[in-house]
């Protein structure tokens, strides 16, 4: 399968600390998407980080990407209650389609 | 600003009755259009995408089909619906630049074939 693996499957949490998820990839990408999902709703895209970039941040959130290992982290600082959700990462493969394949996603509880 | 929409938000259908599913975009003009399905505490399967009116690519043979009878319409149907068609369908759309940026969702409709 071509789609991105998140690690871990399941991340708890208590507010104020850091998250961290993974994600890792078999074959070369031209980018690669952070998505969130809330229980039972759309997925909400958070971040795009393309091949030839190292680390993107957006607010409290924290991409990098390394190409030479075939993975991507997401990171969360000071975790909110309402970080709680799903995140899935999506690769765009080179050379060929350009629809993201998602893995099956992160699922994050913050504690309050 | 965009925005899609997806209806019905849930539906509970007989097994072997028909299935008809909407999405329409508003905002934007000749967007990539995805149909996902979405199983519980799984990941997002890709089912069919277009790239304009009347194009369709399917992704899974399955019970389903789609059709794009306008530019900003996305239909998901089925003659007789399967157990197994039950889950969490989502509607997408991304700007139709080749390497797409980020893909935009509807708010999903919930199936369940009883």
């Known amino acids: 399968s071509q789609q991105g693996e998140e690690d871990p499957q399941a991340l708890s949490i208590q507010e104020g600390e850091n998250a961290t998820m993974n994600c890792s990839y078999k074959?070369?990408?031209?980018?690669l998407q952070w998505y969130r999902q809330n229980s039972g709703r759309g997925l909400v895209h958070l971040i795009l980080i393309r091949s030839n970039e190292r680390e993107k941040h957006s607010g409290r959130l924290r991409v990098t990407l390394d190409t030479s290992k075939k993975s991507s982290s997401l990171l969360i600082t000071a975790s909110r209650a309402a970080d709680t959700a799903s995140y899935f990462c999506?690769?765009?493969f080179g050379g060929g389609s350009y629809i993201p394949t998602f893995g099956r996603g992160t699922s994050l509880i913050v504690h309050p | 600003s965009q925005t899609i929409h997806q209806w019905p938000a849930t539906l509970v259908q007989p097994v072997g009755s028909p299935l008809s599913l909407e999405c329409t975009v508003e905002g934007t003009s000749n967007p990539n259009l995805y149909w996902y399905r979405q199983a519980a505490g799984r990941g997002l399967q890709l089912l069919f995408y277009?790239?304009?009116?009347?194009?369709i690519s399917s992704e899974v043979p399955q019970n389903l089909s789609a059709s794009r009878p306008q530019d900003r319409q996305f239909i998901l149907s089925s003659k007789k619906l399967l157990l197994s068609d039950s889950g969490f369908y989502l509607c997408?759309?991304?700007?139709?630049?080749?390497?797409?940026?980020?893909?935009?969702f509807g708010p999903g409709t919930r199936l369940t074939v009883l």
């Open positions: 277009s790239v304009g009116i009347g194009q």
């Open positions: 999506a690769t765009v």
């Open positions: 074959t070369s990408i031209n980018n």
């Open positions: 997408a759309w991304s700007a139709g630049t080749g390497y797409s940026d980020e893909q935009f």
